[in-house]
């Protein structure tokens, strides 16, 4: 399709596992964002990826999460030795390289730490 | 510190009438507002911006007003209909730098047939 797309669409993993989420943008937006949202709450943003320049990790909430971004496409959001207060709802968007235009969001990675 | 707040978490409204969704933020350097639907287990949709220049916008049955004075927006859908029904999150962000939104924490708005 020729929206975000966002895998695996739901993750059930145990407390103290490493899992990958994956986000493909839209073809040609070459800004990527990662955001979360836990129950009850508005969206988090996680990290922005622009192009080649170094990415903006300013809302990683702990060194235990990590994204890469390869080729200036396909993204991967890494949380290592999950814990419980990482079960949430990731969703990745999309947009062109400009602030004017709207992002763009996949339906998201549910991830439930047991 | 939540720099976007939506103080309202659900409203109910008369399909056929006007539902009002409101959010205030707090930091004036703000220069980019965005209104999001998101529908369960589906991404936000985007809806309609502005920009703090202007203190209106339109797109069909939706109409997002700005006041930066009071540091408010809101959104206007009239007339309501029952597909309107999801939650709906208002989000900031600079036109500048890593574009990234702040966001409200969502309304729930539920549209009577």
């Known amino acids: 399709g020729a929206g975000v797309s966002q895998s695996p669409s739901n993750k059930v993993t145990e407390k103290g596992k490493d899992v990958e989420l994956r986000c493909d943008p839209i073809?040609?937006?070459?800004?990527l964002y990662w955001y979360r949202q836990s129950l009850g709450q508005g969206l988090e943003f996680l990290i922005y990826?622009?192009?080649?320049?170094?990415?903006?990790k300013s809302g990683l909430p702990s060194d235990r999460f990590s994204a890469e971004r390869t080729g200036g496409s396909v993204s991967t959001l890494t949380i290592q030795r999950t814990q419980q207060e990482d079960s949430a709802v990731y969703l990745c968007?999309?947009?062109?390289?400009?602030?004017?235009?709207?992002?763009?969001f996949g339906d998201g990675t549910r991830l439930s730490i047991l | 510190d939540q720099q976007v707040k939506q103080n309202s978490p659900s409203l109910s409204v008369q399909e056929g009438r006007i539902s009002i969704l409101n959010c205030d933020y707090t930091?004036?350097?703000?220069?980019?507002f965005l209104w999001y639907k998101k529908y369960p287990a589906e991404g936000p949709t985007f809806l309609i911006s502005?920009?703090?220049?202007?203190d209106k916008n339109e797109d069909g049955r939706f109409t997002v007003f700005l006041n930066k004075s009071a540091k408010h927006l809101s959104l206007h859908i009239v007339p309501s209909q029952p597909g309107d029904s999801a939650v709906y999150f208002c989000?900031?962000?600079?036109?500048?730098?890593?574009?990234?939104?702040?966001f409200g924490t969502g309304t729930r708005l539920k549209v009577l047939a």
């Open positions: 968007a999309s947009s062109p390289w400009d602030g004017n235009q709207p992002q763009h």
């Open positions: 990826f622009q192009g080649n320049s170094a990415p903006d």
């Open positions: 073809s040609g937006h070459t800004a």
């Open positions: 930091n004036s350097m703000f220069d980019y």
């Open positions: 502005i920009s703090s220049i202007k």
């Open positions: 989000a900031a962000s600079l036109l500048s730098g890593t574009y990234k939104y702040i």
